[in-house]
């Protein structure tokens, strides 16, 4: 089982990465997801902040992608 401190600190700096990014927050939906999918990765054997913060990253700008298409 994935501990709450181990997911918690990379979800919180992908979102405060992001907002400084993307000059706006995520929803509360994409933030749920954005958690469920650092949630994955730790419980698959990721265990580095750093490497899962970037993965994070990674997942929000793909969702913000689909979201406003060019």
Known sequence: ?????TIAKPIA??????RRVARHDPDTQTR?????HIKR????????TD????HG???LRE??????PR
């Not at 490497?51 to 970037?54: A, K, M, Q, W």
């Not at 969702?63 to 406003?68: G, I, K, L």
């Open 51 to 54: 490497r899962l913060t970037v």
């Open 41 to 48: 990765l730790a419980e698959r054997g990721v265990q580095d």
């Open 63 to 68: 969702v913000d992608q689909h979201a406003r």
């Open 57 to 59: 990253l990674s997942y």
């Open 1 to 5: 089982m994935t501990s709450v401190k």
């Open 13 to 18: 700096r992908a979102i405060k990465i992001y």
């Open 32 to 36: 749920r997801d954005l958690a469920r």
